[in-house]
């Protein structure tokens, strides 16, 4: 393969897993002995600022979610939990206007230099504006005792019409994205 061939194979690469999902963080407490926590619950609507007698497909969604990937690591849900779960979606419109380098067919000015050599493409630049919607995810865990956040975990990325069109396996999808950062499980802590 020519050298130009593979380096503008590893920009697509490269383009195209940036592509694939949302940008997931996490941060914990480091001061706090995971291995403490079994159970968990789920902060109620109205403490999130909610309506305590609605809920939306959405929330039910994420909240199925994110008990299954935290009974996946042996929590169990309760009543009387040792951590909170909360979470809390929010979208914001973007606007992104970015120029870039357009390259013009060599002309040489005036034509001067066509009969005998090429020259180099002269450039301008051309503008472009990407409108999109932008959606994050936030997931809190709360040592319910203390009332004080051990670990959060949140996801960004592009709604797309994909998204759109089946928002259950999306909603999954970004949880189980922001719980593979996860790195404790019920009564033993770190992994």
Same mark, same amino acid.
């Given at each position: 393969?020519?050298p130009?061939?593979?380096?503008?194979?590893?920009?697509?690469?490269?383009?195209?897993?940036? *592509?694939?999902?949302?940008?997931?963080?996490?941060?914990?407490?480091?001061?706090?002995?995971?291995?403490?926590?079994?159970?968990?619950?789920?902060?109620?609507?109205?403490?999130?600022?909610?309506?305590?007698?609605?809920?939306?497909?959405?929330?039910?969604?994420?909240?199925?979610?994110?008990?299954?990937?935290?009974?996946?690591?042996?929590?169990?849900?309760?009543?009387?939990?040792?951590?909170?779960?909360?979470?809390?979606?929010?979208?914001?419109?973007?606007?992104?206007v970015?120029?870039?380098?357009?390259?013009?067919?060599?002309?040489g000015?005036?034509g001067?230099?066509?009969?005998?050599?090429?020259?180099?493409?002269?450039?301008?630049?051309?503008?472009?504006?990407?409108?999109?919607?932008?959606?994050?995810?936030f997931?809190?865990?709360?040592? *319910?005792?203390?009332?004080?956040?051990?670990?959060?975990?949140?996801?960004?990325?592009?709604?797309?019409?994909?998204?759109?069109?089946n928002?259950?396996?999306?909603?999954?999808?970004v949880?189980?994205?922001?719980?593979?950062?996860?790195?404790?499980?019920?009564?033993?802590?770190?992994?």
């Amino acid at each position: 393969m020519k050298p130009r061939f593979l380096s503008l194979f590893a920009v697509v690469v490269a383009l195209a897993a940036c *592509a694939t999902g949302p940008e997931v963080r996490s941060d914990y407490d480091p001061s706090v002995n995971f291995a403490q926590y079994r159970t968990y619950g789920f902060l109620p609507r109205d403490a999130r600022g909610g309506d305590p007698g609605y809920s939306s497909l959405t929330d039910q969604r994420i909240r199925e979610a994110i008990a299954g990937a935290l009974e996946a690591r042996g929590y169990q849900r309760s009543d009387n939990p040792d951590l909170l779960v909360n979470f809390s979606v929010t979208t914001k419109d973007i606007q992104e206007v970015r120029q870039v380098p357009t390259a013009m067919p060599p002309m040489g000015y005036y034509g001067w230099r066509d009969p005998f050599y090429t020259p180099w493409p002269a450039y301008t630049y051309e503008t472009r504006v990407d409108n999109y919607v932008r959606g994050t995810l936030f997931v809190d865990l709360v040592d *319910a005792d203390r009332k004080k956040m051990v670990w959060e975990g949140i996801a960004t990325g592009r709604v797309t019409e994909k998204v759109r069109e089946n928002p259950a396996a999306a909603i999954d999808s970004v949880v189980a994205e922001i719980f593979s950062s996860y790195p404790f499980t019920a009564g033993r802590g770190a992994n």
